[in-house]
C-alpha cells in the first residue's frame, strides 16, 4: 500500500469539507426542492466524479499537462458554468425546466457541474498522483485513489444533502428563498472568481508529477503560494512529515 493513502484520505476529507460549488449548489438545492432532489443531484456528481476517475486512469491527466490547452479549455469551461450557476441562483432560473421533472435536472445538473468542477480536476491531476508516489501510474492503486476520494466526497455531499433539506419548510416564505438563493448566488460567484484567479495552468505544472510536455520535455514554474493546488500539495507534505517523523 501507498505510504500515503491514510494521508490522502484526511486531505481528500479536508478538500470536501472546503466549501465549493458543489457543496453550495447541493445545499441550494436541497434546501429548496427536498431531499429526493438533493439525492438525485449527488448520484449524479458521484458519477462525474467517476468519470474523472476514469478519465485520470486511462491518461488523460498526461494530457492536461502536456498539453496546457486542454487544461484551459476544461478550466474555462468549468469556471464559465459557475458564473452560469450564481445568475441562476440570484434570478431563480432554475425553476425553468425543473417544474417537470426535478429528480432528473437534479441529476444531470450535478453531473455536469461536477464534470466541470475545477478543484475535482486539480483533485485527479495533482493530488492522486502525487500521493501515489512511486507506485503511479499503477491502475490499480489509482483506481483504489480515485474510488476512495469518490466515497469520501459522497458521503460528504449526503450529509450537506441530509442538512439542508430540513430547512425546505423554511424557505417556502418567498422573502426567505429569494434571500438565501442570492447568497448562494454570490458564493458561486466568488468562487468561481477565485478559480479564475488561482487555478491556471501553472498551479497544474508546478504541482504535478513529472508528466512529458508535448515536446517531451517537463517545464515547471513557480507555484502561487495561495493556490489551491499549493494549499492541498502542502497539507499532504506535512502529514507525510507528521508519519515520518
Known sequence: ??????????????????????????ALLAARRGLLVGYMAVLGVALGLALLSVLTA???????????????????????????????????????????NPGA????????????NPKAAV???????????????????????????????????????????????YLSNPVRETTVRRVA????????VWFALSTDRRDIASAAPDYPSASGATSLQPEPAGSPTALWSRVSANHGRITSS
Open 105 to 116: 435536472h437534479g441529476f444531470w445538473r450535478g453531473f455536469v457541474v461536477n464534470l466541470l
Open 1 to 26: 500500500m501507498p505510504p500515503l493513502f491514510p494521508q490522502f484520505l484526511f486531505t481528500a476529507l479536508a478538500i470536501e469539507l472546503t466549501p465549493g460549488p458543489n457543496m453550495t449548489w447541493l
Open 58 to 100: 486511462i491518461g488523460v491527466a498526461t494530457v492536461m499537462v502536456a498539453y496546457p490547452f486542454v487544461h484551459d479549455i476544461v478550466r474555462w469551461a468549468g469556471i464559465i458554468f459557475l458564473f452560469y450557476l450564481s445568475i441562476e441562483a440570484w434570478f431563480g432560473l432554475d425553476k425553468l425546466g425543473m417544474e417537470e
Open 123 to 169: 483533485v485527479f491531476v495533482v493530488l492522486i498522483p502525487n500521493n501515489l508516489g512511486p507506485y503511479y501510474p499503477s491502475i490499480i492503486w489509482l483506481l483504489t485513489y480515485c474510488a476512495a476520494y469518490v466515497a469520501i466526497a459522497t458521503i460528504v455531499h449526503l450529509t450537506v444533502v441530509l442538512f439542508a433539506s430540513q430547512f425546505t419548510a
Open 185 to 192: 448566488g454570490l458564493v458561486l460567484l466568488a468562487t468561481a
